[in-house]
């Protein structure tokens, strides 16, 4: 998400930051939450009467390959230069985008896509072949996407990405020019919502071989179908451009001819920048939280995404379930949620998100529903236990693990916490590594590393958006965890119990369950963003799962 997860922000923040996403997996906050773009007004006015919106995000852009980016910084850019089937409305729910309509045979497991006429920024119309050759490559083994995942369910994806079959085998087709046609291999619940991620955008096949390897990593080697025009990214400046779209086919919508994103990691920075109005957006460290509660531009910004520890079971001694347990429980979440976090982040107890999706049959919560705190909640005493237990089983007295995490200024101030946290275990000393977003998460995908903080923020309302990423077979699953009985309730929830809601989310709630009881992972909170909105920005749509924010409707008079 994610590592969804701002995914996977405080990284993110989505994630889901985010991650993503989504790693997000991404790219953190509490109670008070403001969808921005609840109160939209429609502006009928000239294009001139709208000023630049200057923003600023937490991390660099790490690419705009849409077949390979994973987190949710990434996903806000692809979001105002891309269109899919589907695209988010101001409620959050998927509309149609791209397609005009759809036609669902009656089993519907087959799906006819009715394209609107759109165009790439480069003049070349957008057909139904330009979706065939991105969904293909996203699938393909040689991409290594690491969102291909989300296709599970469209016909031989599964088996494509596994190298078994073609990628001409995909369930997708274009019957002509306007009309995509897509085969489904079971029922998909989360389809419409998945189809909004930017793996399932078209793609231009002659431009993106034309460019090859360099596709997405500057400015120049991208192409629009969205709002903006990605402008003045090199591929490493922390400053770039969206330039309205005048091709855009719904353009009468954009109003704002610029908008500006400069990377700020120094959240003191950001926020003088927003004093002194030389930046309309700005993410708060608690501190800030504390002195800016009664601002006018204050806002909680929820989000669907889960702070937490990876632990690499690759290493020893992480593949001991009672060290991996003892490290869990020593960590005081409600502690690390009131002094540390400061209205960035609620304790959490589960990996799927709070406020993500509700039982059928009770319409509680699912992630509270799903919830252990006797697994996952704070229990020194037990810890201890649990810890001299594990030291015996690996024949050692003393252990040293090195905490991963991103340069921001809340992750190292989270990082100190846990750290402190830890410590508390006999014969542990934990040291901290800072690293710029793209670099943890590069070092979090070649597992070179002891114990990570991640985030994962949601890429669509539904369980399998987290559960599905630590299936043993997963790309996301970066500590090498893996559990029998989990996968078989994740692939239950999948195929034989698709069709029945209840036993669904059944199965993911006994997914949910193991992994907390394996220590799997480690849940630190569920973020959300302390932020600083100039109140003369109007329009911005904040999601709480896919990417964070969509600068579509934006505007500044």
């Known amino acids: 998400m994610i590592m969804k997860n701002l995914l996977h922000i405080i990284n993110l923040i989505r994630n889901r930051g985010m991650i993503m996403n989504k790693a997000l997996k991404v790219s953190a906050l509490l109670s008070g939450a403001v969808i921005l773009g609840s109160t939209f007004v429609p502006v009928t006015a000239s294009a001139a009467k709208y000023k630049t919106i200057n923003w600023t995000e937490s991390a660099d852009i790490g690419t705009m390959d849409p077949s390979k980016t994973t987190a949710a910084i990434d996903f806000n850019y692809l979001q105002a230069t891309g269109e899919g089937l589907y695209r988010p409305s101001k409620t959050g729910t998927p509309e149609l985008a791209a397609a005009t309509s759809v036609d669902k045979s009656s089993d519907g497991l087959t799906l006819t896509y ?56 995909l369930g997708v087709k274009a019957i002509d020019d306007k009309t995509l046609q897509v085969t489904l291999e079971r029922q998909m619940p989360q389809l419409e919502s998945v189809l909004t991620m930017a793996g399932f955008y078209p793609q231009n096949e002659k431009f993106v071989q034309k460019v090859g390897k360099k596709y997405g990593t500057a400015a120049k080697y991208t192409l629009s179908t969205g709002p903006y025009i990605l402008k003045n990214w090199n591929g490493s400046n922390n400053k770039i451009s969206l330039v309205r779209n005048p091709g855009y086919w719904d353009a009468s919508a954009v109003k704002t001819p610029k908008i500006t994103v400069q990377t700020i990691k120094d959240q003191n920075t950001g926020y003088n920048l927003f004093k002194s109005k030389k930046v309309d957006y700005t993410t708060l460290s608690s501190d800030q939280v504390k002195t800016s509660k ?56 589960s990996f799927t998100a709070a406020n993500l999706a509700k039982d059928p049959t009770t319409g509680k ?19 201890k236990k649990l810890w001299k237990q594990g030291l015996k089983e690996i024949g050692k007295k003393k252990v040293t693990l090195q905490y991963l995490t991103d340069d921001t200024d809340g992750a190292k101030r989270s990082a100190e916490f846990v750290q402190a946290q830890m410590e508390k275990l006999p014969g542990l000393k934990v040291t901290i590594k800072t690293v710029p977003f793209k670099q943890r998460l590069s070092l979090s995908e070649t597992k070179k590393f002891d114990i990570v903080n991640s985030l ?27 559990n ?74």
């Open 484 to 557: 029998t009985d989990y996968d078989n309730a994740v692939n239950a929830a999948e195929t034989t119990d698709v069709s029945d809601k209840a036993k669904r989310f059944q199965d993911y709630a006994k997914a949910e369950k193991i992994i907390q009881d394996d220590a799997g992972i480690a849940p630190l909170y569920y973020q959300s963003k302390p932020s600083l909105l100039n109140t003369k920005v109007k329009g911005v749509v904040s999601n709480t799962v896919g990417a964070p924010f969509d600068w579509k409707w934006a505007y500044k008079k």
């Open 114 to 169: 009715h394209l609107r006429d759109m165009k790439w920024s480069n003049g070349d119309p957008v057909t139904a072949k330009d979706f065939v050759y991105g969904w293909q490559r996203t699938n393909d083994p040689k991409t290594a996407s690491q969102y291909a995942y989300l296709f599970s369910g469209i016909k031989n994806a599964d088996a494509i990405q596994k190298g078994k079959r073609p990628v001409s085998d």
């Open 365 to 383: 919560d699912f992630a509270k529903v799903a919830s252990d705190k006797s697994a996952t909640g704070y229990d020194l005493k037990e810890a």
């Open 294 to 349: 009664k601002n006018k531009a204050y806002t909680v910004i929820s989000q669907a995404t889960t702070d937490y520890l990876e632990f690499n079971e690759k290493r020893k001694p992480l593949n001991n379930v009672n060290i991996r347990k003892a490290l869990s429980k020593s960590i005081d979440r409600e502690t690390m949620s009131s002094k540390i976090l400061v209205g960035s982040g609620e304790p959490a107890y």
């Open 456 to 482: 994962w923020g949601a890429d669509y309302a539904d369980p399998s958006t987290f559960l599905d990423l630590y299936k043993s077979d997963s790309d996301f699953n970066n500590g090498s965890w893996k």
